[in-house]
């Protein structure tokens, strides 16, 4: 029973959390929507395709914060055998793969009118595609075996493995000259977007946290009813087995 | 009505623009509904489960699985 | 030692090997990574550009576009020396003198034949009155002062 202490925890936690997560994503991305489609200026060089930018940007921060959390998830699991740490890895992964697929697909849309091109091979993009080919191998191993358990070892591993790739992504674009240009927000010497913009760019990244952890509790929740369904259904074939 | 057909003009980048906005609302809602989804229908066979399945504390009664849910649910005295 | 503490090292070691691997193979890799080359590095013979396609990165020198019908000839510079190329097709919305541009093509006499024309722009994002406002009180803090026209 001691296993289910810690979720039981997280449920009553969860349930606080839930409405909260609800209306700051849901305010925050109303908000967030209002200033990037209306309330914010085009830019002197791109127009109005900067816009784009309100979605692109938070959602490249997302596969990178997202991945981070799993990878912070699976060493827990692995490391202490928290079965709570395992879960909330495998909620996350989902979540990181969207936000990466919705940062490639804009990046592209972007990349069209402005470089002229829809991709290139550049460091930044690639190893962006990496993290996406990552996530889906991460939910793809966590799923491979008949033993939930051995398939969260292996996948927590790759997990691991696969962060090296984060701070790859972040620095590509000083490390190698590329396509894509520099960082704009977290540098050295303060931003390089005005103020004007910076303001959509800020609601998208809350709204797409808030709405991180609001998936994370859903799909949590599922995973620690799924797990107790299992062992409520093997010790009902035990027993079943044993009354024969 | 021009300021509107402006706006979504997106100075001609509409084409761009716009289906930026639409996959996001899209995969964002996909996964959100999933996943709500997906908990309450697990949280709801838990439940049921549950409350086919003999209380720990009783001995086991091997025609549980087979019983009415109402036949466990009796309050002890 | 307890199997937690060993995990926890094993775990850590893990990280460091893999980072470390990664680290070799990327450092290795540098030359292959690079997605363009400055006029310099072509015009000095650094790379081998002997029938090879190739991508040339810099920005537009001011001045330099001249369009003549289908056919665009302009000179990417770095700084220190300036390329010409000649391209013929369709030209991105971004390409415009003192912005930066990625072509791809091969080197012939003296010039670079384009087959392709990507434009790159820079890290800085602001409405255009702000631009012009920072560039009429002269604290534009761009590289290229001149790029904001009109």
Request: hydrophobic letters at 45%; zero cysteines; glycine letters at 14%.
């Given at each position: 029973m001691h296993r289910f202490a810690n979720p039981a925890r997280f449920l009553r936690i969860a349930a606080i959390i839930q409405p909260w997560a609800m209306a700051v994503a849901a305010l925050s991305f109303a908000a967030g929507l209002w200033f990037s489609l209306f309330a914010s200026p085009a830019d002197y060089q791109q127009g109005e395709t900067v816009r784009i930018m309100y979605i692109h940007v938070p959602s490249a921060w997302m596969g990178m914060f997202c991945y981070t959390a799993m990878a912070v998830f699976s060493a827990m699991g692995l490391i202490w055998k928290h079965p709570l740490a395992d879960l909330m890895a495998r909620a996350t992964a989902p979540v990181g793969a969207a936000f990466t697929f919705i940062c490639l697909v804009t990046g592209s849309l972007w990349g069209?009118?402005?470089?002229?091109?829809?991709?290139?091979?550049d460091a930044r993009l690639t190893s962006m595609l990496i993290l996406f080919f990552l996530y889906l191998g991460y939910m793809a191993l966590a799923d491979a075996f008949d033993d939930p358990e051995r398939g969260q070892k292996a996948a927590g591993i790759l997990a691991l493995v696969g962060v090296v790739n984060v701070p790859v992504i972040k620095w590509s674009v000083d490390w190698w000259n590329t396509l894509h240009q520099p960082a704009?927000?977290?540098?050295?010497?303060?931003?390089?977007?005005d103020a004007t913009m910076m303001v959509p760019l800020i609601l998208m990244a809350v709204a797409f946290k808030a709405y991180w952890i609001l998936v994370l509790i859903f799909r949590t929740r599922s995973e620690i009813a799924g797990a107790k369904l299992r062992t409520l259904r093997m010790a009902q074939v035990h027993a079943a087995g044993q009354a024969e | 009505m021009d300021n509107l057909s402006a706006f979504f003009a997106m100075g001609g980048y509409a084409g761009y623009v716009w289906p930026t906005y639409i996959l996001a609302v899209v995969v964002m809602a996909v996964l959100l509904i999933a996943s709500v989804r997906s908990a309450h229908a697990n949280e709801r066979d838990l439940e049921a489960a549950q409350s086919l399945r003999p209380s720990r504390r009783r001995r086991n009664n091997p025609s549980a699985a087979s019983a009415e849910p109402g036949a466990e649910e009796v309050p002890q005295a | 030692m307890t199997r937690k503490k060993r995990r926890l090292y094993f775990v850590i070691l893990g990280l460091l090997a893999v980072g470390a691997a990664a680290a070799l193979v990327l450092s290795a890799l540098r030359q292959d990574i690079v997605f363009f080359f400055s006029p310099t590095e072509i015009m000095e013979a650094k790379?081998?550009?002997?029938?090879r396609r190739i991508r040339l990165g810099g920005l537009v020198e001011q001045g330099s576009v001249v369009k003549d019908g289908a056919t665009v000839r302009f000179k990417v510079t770095d700084g220190a020396n300036a390329l010409p190329v000649v391209y013929e097709g369709l030209l991105p919305?971004?390409?415009?003198?003192g912005q930066g541009v990625v072509t791809e093509g091969r080197m012939g006499q003296g010039v670079f034949v384009a087959s392709e024309v990507l434009a790159k722009h820079d890290e800085n994002y602001m409405p255009k009155e702000v631009a012009e406002s920072l560039k009429k009180s002269g604290h534009w803090q761009g590289e290229h002062p001149e790029q904001v026209q009109k």
């Open positions: 069209k009118p402005m470089w002229g091109t829809w991709w290139v091979w704009s927000v977290v540098k050295m010497g303060g931003p390089a977007i | - | 790379v081998p550009t002997e029938g919305d971004l390409f415009r003198e």
